[in-house]
């Protein structure tokens, strides 16, 4: 299954602060919640989303 299909999040951007929290549902029961804020963002947003695209990556491997 792909990690897409397990993650329900919502972004953010106010002041340059970039945010990305929600949930990801992990195997075989449980729900993760995350939150990833970045704070004095001097770049366009796209340049934190494929990090914090990453970050939702690495956390599906966890196992809990």
Same mark, same amino acid.
């Given at each position: @299954?792909?990690?897409?299909?397990?993650?329900?999040?919502?972004?953010?951007?106010?002041?340059?602060?970039?945010? !990305?929290?929600?949930? %990801?549902?992990? *195997?075989?029961?449980?729900?993760?919640?995350?939150?990833? %804020?970045?704070?004095?963002?001097?770049?366009?947003?796209?340049? #934190?989303?494929?990090?914090?695209?990453? %970050?939702? @990556? #690495? $956390?599906? $491997? !966890? *196992?809990?």
């Amino acid at each position: @299954e792909n990690v897409n299909q397990r993650v329900h999040a919502k972004t953010g951007y106010v002041n340059q602060v970039v945010c !990305l929290s929600g949930y %990801l549902t992990m *195997q075989p029961s449980a729900t993760l919640c995350f939150s990833f %804020l970045v704070n004095d963002v001097r770049t366009g947003t796209d340049a #934190i989303k494929g990090p914090q695209d990453r %970050l939702c @990556e #690495i $956390l599906s $491997l !966890l *196992q809990l």
